[in-house]
């Protein structure tokens, strides 16, 4: 959501460049410090965006209200992601910093605006393997785990969907059998957007297939508005529409709907002192 769409967003078109392939001593050292440039970006300001998540399987789909919000701190930021609906609400936390693993907070309450359990802290592995209400993102894929990992390798240059990307292989450190060994990434060569990415298994097999939809110029910025997520393995599809800025109608219900109350009396912004939720 938002801390993923800061990276999905793209801007003009950049020149187009040939597929050019590097030696294996130079994809690892440059793919390295790809990594590390994009995870040393820090969000400009914070920020609220409220929508839809919906969940396509077969015949049936299910539709989540959610919200979402990137929040500065010192040293870091924080990426909150709520959604709710008839059946529970559910809140993850993610702090990031820029020389440090991600933290991962989260919570499930069986219906919207009840008393819920405590949240908890869980770790990378435990992020990978919990779905985000349910849908086909995992709440590492809403982390940008797969960046934190240590082999990282930049394999070529290429065009995709009409830009000029660099692809990125991030080898995932603790494979679980059948779930993803890497992730391949194309990352945009002026923005350092994130144009496709597919996650793979260890015979390189794409399991899940990740795209930005909809981009919007707001106030001389690019907004993503949509963004979806294929399964592969089980057929399913995950969409998120967000609104081009904060919906104050939508702020409200979210504000009502969730039961962790992590917004201020005046319910204007969440609580910087989260971080104390990990120590």
């Given at each position: 959501l938002l801390s993923a769409a800061a990276l999905l967003l793209t801007a003009a078109a950049a020149p187009e460049s040939q597929p050019k392939t590097l030696s294996p001593a130079e994809a690892s050292t440059r793919?390295?410090?790809?990594a590390v440039e994009i995870l040393s970006q820090r969000p400009a300001e914070n920020s609220?965006?409220?929508?839809?998540?919906?969940?396509?399987?077969?015949?049936?789909?299910?539709?989540?209200?959610?919200?979402?919000?990137?929040?500065?701190?010192?040293?870091?930021?924080?990426?909150?992601?709520?959604?709710?609906?008839?059946?529970?609400?559910?809140k993850l936390i993610v702090t990031h910093s820029t020389n440090g693993p991600n933290r991962y907070l989260y919570g499930r309450s069986p219906a919207p605006g009840t008393a819920a359990p405590a949240m908890k802290t869980l770790s990378s592995a435990e992020a990978a393997t919990n779905a985000f209400a349910g849908s086909d993102f995992s709440l590492a894929d809403l982390g940008l785990e797969f960046f934190h990992w240590p082999e990282q390798r930049l394999l070529k240059t290429?065009?995709?969907?009409?830009?000029?990307?660099?692809?990125?292989?991030?080898?995932?450190?603790?494979?679980?059998?059948?779930?993803?060994?890497?992730?391949?990434?194309?990352?945009?060569?002026?923005?350092?957007?994130?144009?496709h990415a597919e996650a793979c298994d260890g015979a390189g097999g794409v399991l899940k297939?990740?795209?930005?939809?909809?981009?919007?110029?707001?106030?001389?910025?690019?907004?993503?508005?949509?963004?979806?997520?294929?399964?592969?393995?089980?057929?399913?599809?995950?969409?998120?529409?967000?609104?081009?800025?904060?919906?104050?109608r939508g702020v409200a219900r979210a504000r009502r709907q969730d039961p962790w109350n992590l917004s201020n009396a005046n319910g204007d912004e969440p609580s910087p002192p989260l971080l104390r939720d990990f120590v």
């Open positions: 793919g390295r410090a790809l609220r965006f409220t929508g839809t998540l919906e969940i396509r399987s077969g015949k049936r789909t299910e539709k989540f209200f959610v919200q979402a919000e990137v929040i500065l701190l010192d040293g870091a930021w924080q990426s909150l992601y709520f959604a709710s609906n008839s059946t529970g609400a559910e290429e065009m995709r969907r009409g830009r000029s990307c660099r692809v990125l292989e991030s080898v995932n450190p603790r494979p679980v059998p059948g779930g993803c060994s890497k992730v391949l990434a194309w990352i945009d060569l002026e923005t350092d957007g994130i144009v297939e990740f795209d930005p939809k909809e981009l919007k110029k707001v106030r001389g910025q690019w907004q993503l508005e949509e963004m979806e997520i294929n399964n592969r393995r089980t057929g399913s599809r995950t969409r998120i529409e967000f609104t081009s800025g904060p919906a104050e």
